[in-house]
């Protein structure tokens, strides 16, 4: 499978890129994505949910009120999960949301991923970017070019580019990662990919 590459001002550079069928061209698997992203999701969340029980909750320990005789249901802490203030029952405790995927599958899921770029026609290579300042406006004069301004964007480079990362950094709808932390989440949560010509060969090598 071959992609033509485009340059900086979003035109034909004449250049052609080879994508390796295994990693670009393999029939999706929907599941391996969900589960990949259930992940992601999941080892994101902090997990520290907390409310106070009957047994934590600050009150007298004495007896509210006699036993029998009042009319009422018997009532032996002013702590009870019945009474306002009173303690929570079954509430969150902080624990650990994250779990363990297989390496072969967290591939697969990737992998699925880019071929779904790639059969939508959400996927571009690009000649290798540099900036020569952090600056926004020019970030977003490239994806103007690219006509990928209005979209939600994942630009892949192949190393970290301290410019062009602080430059998109305050671009809302656009995200720069390197190819060795690329991952399912950021491709099916962008419209559009681009990817940098020279972290083609380091996807593939990570991938392979």
Do not use: W
Not at 69 to 79: F, L, N
Not at 80 to 90: D, I, K, Q
Not at 117 to 122: L, Q, R, T
């Amino acid at each position: 499978m071959e992609l033509n590459v485009i340059d900086k001002n979003g035109k034909d550079s004449k250049k052609k890129v080879k994508l390796s069928d295994s990693i670009f061209g393999i029939e999706p698997n929907d599941h391996a994505i969900y589960l990949d992203v259930k992940q992601y999701l999941a080892n994101q969340r902090q997990g520290t949910a907390k409310s106070k029980e009957r047994a934590e909750i600050t009150g007298s320990t004495k007896k509210i009120k006699k036993q029998k005789g009042t009319g009422t249901a018997r009532a032996g802490s002013i702590k009870s999960p019945l009474f306002r203030g009173g303690g929570t029952v079954f509430g969150p405790r902080p624990r650990d949301y994250s779990f363990k995927l297989n390496k072969k599958l967290k591939r697969l899921a990737r992998c699925s991923a880019l071929s779904y770029k790639v059969k939508e026609g959400a996927l571009q290579i690009i000649e290798d970017v540099q900036l020569d300042a952090p600056k926004t406006k020019d970030f977003a004069s490239l994806l103007g070019k690219l006509k990928s301004d209005d979209k939600k964007t994942l630009m892949v480079v192949s190393d970290l580019n301290k410019n062009l990362y602080l430059s998109s950094r305050n671009f809302q709808g656009a995200k720069v990662v390197t190819a060795s932390s690329l991952n399912t989440y950021d491709l099916v949560n962008a419209k559009n990919v681009i990817v940098a010509e020279g972290a083609i060969e380091k996807i593939e090598s990570i991938l392979s």
